[in-house]
C-alpha cells in the first residue's frame, strides 16, 4: 500500500489548511485510515482517525477545530484544520490499517506562524 499526502504549508495562526491523503496499491480492505503528528522533539501522536464504517476519533486538542472524513470509493482520506494555532505546527503522518497491513505516508509539513 503507498499512501500519497498533500496539502501542507505555511498559515497564519486562526488560518485553516486541508490535508489529504490517497491509499493505492494492494487494497483489499481498508479498516481505518487518521492522520497522525510529530513536533520537534516530541513523541508522534494521533490527531484524528476514522473507521471506514465511519466512525471518528479526535485528539482533545483538535476537537472541534479539525474534521476528519473518507471518500470510500477514491480510497482517500481527507483532514480539515480550521483555526489553527502555532502548536498544531508538526510533520503530519497519514497512516493505513487495513488487510493486515499498517502503512505510513512520507509526511507533510505543516507550519503555523504569523
Known amino acids: 500500500v503507498q499512501l500519497q499526502a498533500s496539502g501542507g504549508g505555511l498559515v497564519r495562526p486562526g488560518g485553516s489548511l486541508r490535508l489529504s491523503c490517497a491509499a493505492s496499491g494492494s487494497i483489499f480492505s481498508i479498516n481505518a485510515m487518521g492522520w497522525y503528528r510529530q513536533a520537534p522533539g516530541k513523541q508522534r501522536e494521533l490527531v484524528a482517525r476514522i473507521v471506514w464504517g465511519g466512525m471518528t476519533n479526535y485528539a482533545d486538542a483538535v476537537k472541534g477545530r479539525f474534521t476528519i472524513s473518507r471518500d470510500n470509493a477514491k480510497n482517500t482520506v481527507t483532514l480539515q484544520m480550521n483555526s489553527l494555532r502555532p502548536e498544531d505546527t508538526a510533520v503530519y503522518y497519514c497512516?493505513?490499517?487495513?488487510?493486515?497491513?499498517?502503512?505510513w505516508g512520507q509526511g507533510t509539513l505543516v507550519t503555523v506562524s504569523s
Open positions: 497512516n493505513y490499517q487495513g488487510g493486515g497491513s499498517n502503512a
